[in-house]
């Protein structure tokens, strides 16, 4: 029997899954078969992207289940990012519809912003990925067109029914009391890099103020950025075996990776972790069952770093976005 997920309803009035599966680094090789897996396992949120490079696949996943009755759409949230390249007004709407025919599906649950730059258009049928493009120099280009412009493009998304939520990724806090300055539709998500090395307590804050929901993602912090052979990550001491989490998973019986997700979904931040491993499918569902107490949750809080592994400039980009 697969684990039942929580809620949370977002300031639209729709139900978002607090545990979703995310599609992050999914190869296409095997994309299809584990977002098809997941589902199986229970897997209601399915959390893609334009820069993944995988949402034929995903879409293929989820498909099959749809076909043999598993889930029907309705069941299913189904979130993707709109990338950087295509930040002019005029780009949002064709991309998007473009990502809804690779899907397969009618309508996105939620889009995000994935990142607050605006680069120069880059055609995908020429180029695919196209990730941070930048000059001979290796500098990140980017274009004239302001968030507001995106923002409001994105809001037409909306109004003809291609999405349900529109939200942001990777925002701080001034451009978000900017965007809500304009927005005609609200942010309903934000999503961010959220784990104990990077707790961002304001941030969260500022989200909770503004009844933003949020959602997690590298919540396991460092590991995920090991197969990039990255230095930071690979120098950070793992959180799977840092003592807090060890002996904290140790009092509830569960695995420092179950600890590390259900210190987000106990305060009602969404998390969104990935596995090929049943057994871990079926542990990173079952997160809700068990509840951390305040001091435990402080504790883990109080391994804060502010080490944030998703940052442009870690890449060699001179994108210094979270300056």
């Not at 979703?20 to 897996?37: E, H, I, M, P, R």
């Not at 069941?75 to 991309?95: A, G, I, Q």
Request: glycine share 6%; aromatic share 8%.
């Amino acid at each position: 029997m697969a684990p039942s997920t929580p809620t949370t309803k977002l300031n639209n009035g729709h139900e978002m899954p607090l545990v979703g599966f995310g599609l992050w680094k999914v190869s296409n090789d095997t994309c299809a078969d584990q977002v098809y897996n997941a589902i199986k396992h229970g897997y209601r949120l399915l959390d893609g992207a334009f820069d993944y490079t995988n949402e034929v696949e995903s879409g293929q996943g989820l498909a099959r289940a749809i076909k043999e009755g598993i889930v029907k759409r309705e069941d299913m949230f189904v979130t993707s990012k709109l990338w950087n390249t295509f930040h002019d007004p005029d780009r949002v709407e064709p991309v998007c519809k473009q990502q809804l025919a690779e899907w397969g599906i009618d309508y996105f649950d939620l889009y995000l912003m994935h990142f607050p730059v605006a680069q120069p258009y880059v055609d995908p049928a020429k180029k695919r990925p196209i990730g941070f493009t930048k000059d001979d120099a290796g500098n990140v280009l980017q274009s004239k067109t302001t968030i507001q412009e995106t923002w409001q493009a994105m809001e037409k998304l909306v109004d003809n029914g291609l999405v349900k939520s529109i939200g942001i990724s990777n925002f701080q806090g001034s451009l978000i009391m900017d965007l809500l300055r304009y927005a005609r539709i609200r942010p309903s998500v934000l999503q961010v890099e959220h784990h104990p090395y990077l707790v961002q307590p304001q941030l969260l804050e500022l989200a909770k103020i503004e009844n933003i929901a949020v959602t997690a993602y590298s919540s396991f912090g460092p590991v995920s950025y090991h197969e990039l052979d990255m230095k930071k990550a690979l120098d950070a001491p793992l959180l799977f075996e840092n003592p807090v989490i060890k002996k904290v998973a140790e009092a509830h019986g569960k695995t420092p990776a179950q600890v590390l997700l259900r210190w987000s979904t106990q305060r009602g931040i969404a998390v969104i972790p990935k596995s090929n491993n049943p057994e871990r499918l079926h542990q990173n569902l079952d997160v809700n069952s068990f509840d951390l107490t305040e001091e435990e949750i402080n504790e883990i809080s109080g391994l804060d770093r502010h080490l944030r592994f998703n940052n442009p400039v870690d890449y060699g980009r001179s994108l210094l976005i979270f300056a």
